[in-house]
């Protein structure tokens, strides 16, 4: 099959939007630049993304607690984890000519306005803080978090005091972040608010290389999950300048996105106990780990770092496929089942005949108890059913005809046809095993 993929990111943005993926934000107003709205299929995406990371890092272990912290936290969190200050801005330069802003590190002439060839001016540290003000008085500054780490951190002893868990154990967390990037671009890879995945795992000092290395291995698999395992996928050693001077070893899981190349997916630190010390210093509380034998220490920490954005994109960008099928060229959305917002289509054969509509709507009852994201689809002919489902990634159509209702072929009775995304083959089965089938 001839693979098309000229332009692949902007056929994914216009696919997103055409099919209810993704909207840009506040688009009847003109948009609202680095924000883009999830519509009802990006939702699923999203979710599933999210449930299946929650299910493999929390449900299928015994040493992982989750949480949901605030968003809204103490202006001391930021002062204290450094992020009020240089440690969290990024060098901005603005043309003298016609006002566009730019980020510094990303330019290779600073002098000269890529837009409008004018003066670039002097480069300043713009902190990526969304500040805010909290109660009627005003008084009391806040930020939107710009990582969800921190609340992990501030309820470390929260955990141990209510929880006990046994060293090694882990905190994870998914929830909102913010950041005013300089200059939001590539779709849903730099935005100003964004969803994060994250996990503090507390080790003891001295093993931490050995969790290091298991954790690679989870991170690893997965990506695998998502479909990600293949060439598209590299890990890098962070190493020089672009290591936190806290972090003994980081490690970024980069994508190679369409259009754009190799870039972050997501990342892993060894933090030290860099975080814990921070907050131990500003707060004077003690956040140490208290042994059976009484012994105290204050843990290490291994950050596995993901974005639920750059993770949808490069699933999208992974599973976007074009070929030949039928009569001229088909997209279709090679995505895992357990990723697919829909994870099967009911349709009846034709949707004026009340026998066929009426067993049709059984089937689709029946498996909607069954999985929940089932689509009842019964718009156009099958063939343009079959091509619309392929392009929101369905890996299963189910058709109800009259074989089913036992008129042509009595031996057929009850069985349905089934038709598979990847390779266009149908398949009939009966109505008793369509739920085993699809599972
Ligand atoms: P970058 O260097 O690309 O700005 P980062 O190293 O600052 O990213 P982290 O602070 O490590 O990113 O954040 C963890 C994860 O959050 C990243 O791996 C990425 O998936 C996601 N993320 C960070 N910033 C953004 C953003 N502006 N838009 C979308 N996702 C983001």
Redesign the pocket.
């Given at each position: 099959m001839a693979e098309k993929t000229d332009d692949k990111m902007e056929k994914i943005v216009a696919l997103c939007k055409r099919r209810g993926f993704v909207f840009q934000g506040s688009d009847i107003y003109g948009g609202l630049k680095g924000t883009w709205d999830f519509g009802p299929l990006g939702v699923a995406l999203n979710n599933n993304i999210k449930r299946e990371w929650w299910k493999m890092f929390v449900d299928a272990r015994e040493d992982m607690y989750g949480l949901d912290a605030a968003i809204l936290m103490n202006e001391k969190v930021w002062e204290a984890s450094g992020h009020t200050g240089a440690g969290f801005s990024d060098p901005v330069v603005v043309c003298t000519q016609c006002n566009a802003r730019f980020r510094a590190d990303h330019l290779t002439d600073i002098t000269t306005c890529p837009d409008c060839k004018g003066q670039l001016g002097e480069q300043k540290d713009f902190n990526l803080m969304f500040e805010t003000k909290v109660g009627a008085e005003g008084t009391q500054k806040s930020y939107l978090r710009p990582?969800t780490a921190q609340g992990i951190f501030v309820n470390f002893k929260n955990v141990l005091d209510s929880m006990s868990p046994k060293i090694p154990f882990g905190i994870a967390q998914i929830g909102k972040?913010f950041?005013n990037?300089i200059a939001?671009r590539e779709f849903?890879?730099?935005?100003?608010e964004?969803e994060?995945m994250e996990i503090e795992y507390f080790v003891k000092e001295e093993s931490w290389e050995a969790e290091y290395e298991k954790w690679l291995e989870e991170i690893r698999a997965w990506h695998k999950h998502l479909g990600l395992s293949g060439e598209n996928l590299r890990e890098v050693e962070v190493e020089g300048d672009g290591l936190a001077h806290y972090s003994k070893r980081t490690v970024d899981f980069e994508y190679n996105y369409p259009g754009k190349g190799f870039?972050?997916?997501?990342?892993f630190a060894y933090r030290s106990d860099h975080d814990l010390q921070n907050h131990i210093r500003a707060s004077g509380v003690s956040l140490e780990y208290i042994e059976a034998d009484g012994s105290r220490f204050v843990p290490h920490v291994l950050e596995p770092?993901?974005?639920v954005?750059?993770t949808f994109m490069a699933v999208l960008s992974e599973a976007y496929t074009e070929d030949d099928m039928g009569s001229g060229t088909r997209v279709y959305l090679k995505l895992p089942a357990h990723l697919a917002p829909y994870r099967v289509a009911i349709s009846p054969l034709l949707k004026n005949k009340p026998p066929l509509v009426e067993k049709a709507r059984e089937v689709f009852v029946a498996l909607k108890k069954e999985f929940g994201n089932v689509a009842w689809d019964d718009n156009g002919n099958v063939g343009k059913r079959y091509r619309r489902q392929d392009e929101i990634g369905t890996p299963y159509c189910v058709v109800i005809d009259f074989e089913t209702l036992g008129e042509e072929k009595p031996e057929h009775k009850d069985t349905v046809t089934v038709r598979n995304r990847d390779t266009g083959a149908q398949e009939r089965v009966h109505i008793k095993e369509l739920a085993t089938y699809i599972k």
């Open positions: 990582e972040a950041r990037e939001p849903l890879f730099r935005v100003r964004f994060q870039d972050e997916l997501s990342g770092s993901f974005g954005g750059r």
